[in-house]
T-cell receptor
Framework: GAVVSQHPSWVICKSGTSVKIECRSLDFQATTMFWYRQFPKQSLMLMATSNEGSKATYEQGVEKDKFLINHASLTLSTLTVTSAHPEDSSFYIC?????????????FGPGTRLTVL | GQNIDQPTEMTATEGAIVQINCTYQTSGFNGLFWYQQHAGEAPTFLSYNVLDGLEEKGRFSSFLSRSKGYSYLLLKELQMKDSASYLCAVGDSNYQLIWGAGTKLIIKP
């Protein structure tokens, strides 16, 4: 089946620093990748939709200058949390859609747990 | 607006059967997904329904009624490892997933 990896799995950083999270589709080409955030005991919240070679589409309330998304190739998208603060601590999950799949299923990465001190 | 409702929490006994309901109101419909998510992990795909009726896959089955905006996930022969959150999601007219808040399923021995 389709596999999506994320790196790093977890990261602890100081307030004010920037953190980059990578999302890779390992065995398929992902024309679209999604970035989600999930706070404890809450459901997934879509942050942005990323299409290869174009600018990401951000959901209402998500600051595009703070959460930089780059989808430079069909297998890699990156999310950079700039000037991270403790309230940015969360579980960040990416998913990728296989454009050639039967029903546009989204395949999820294992997630990245970010803790900002 | 777009809305997906599912119960917050359910409890069931090992070996029993449990049905998790999901109702939805979305702009467009391109299928309904069920995902399982264990604590601290990413969701994993369970099922997809786009036509009315029941889809069976081992111990798990999923049902859809588009006219009623209703789906359920049926879990049989419950095992302790089935303790997780179950997320209902609907693909809207833009093929984006609209997520429910999830149902936390607690399995007791």
């Amino acid at each position: 089946g389709a596999v999506v990896s994320q790196h790093p799995s977890w990261v602890i950083c100081k307030s004010g620093t920037s953190v980059k999270i990578e999302c890779r589709s390992l065995d398929f080409q992902a024309t679209t990748m999604f970035w989600y955030r999930q706070f404890p005991k809450q459901s997934l919240m879509l942050m942005a939709t990323s299409n290869e070679g174009s600018k990401a589409t951000y959901e209402q309330g998500v600051e595009k200058d703070k959460f930089l998304i780059n989808h430079a190739s069909l297998t890699l998208s990156t999310l950079t949390v700039t000037s991270a603060h403790p309230e940015d601590s969360s579980f960040y999950i990416c998913s990728a859609r296989d454009g050639g799949g039967d029903y546009n299923e989204q395949f999820f990465g294992p997630g990245t747990r970010l803790t900002v001190l | 607006g777009q809305n997906i409702d599912q119960p917050t929490e359910m409890t069931a006994t090992e070996g029993a059967i449990v049905q998790i309901n999901c109702t939805y109101q979305t702009s467009g419909f391109n299928g309904l997904f069920w995902y399982q998510q264990h604590a601290g992990e990413a969701p994993t795909f369970l099922s997809y329904n786009v036509l009315d009726g029941l889809e069976e896959k081992g111990r798990f089955s999923s049902f859809l009624s588009r006219s009623k905006g209703y789906s359920y996930l049926l879990l049989k022969e419950l095992q302790m490892k089935d303790s997780a959150s179950y997320l209902c999601a609907v693909g809207d007219s833009n093929y984006q997933l609209i997520w429910g808040a999830g149902t936390k399923l607690i399995i007791k021995p």
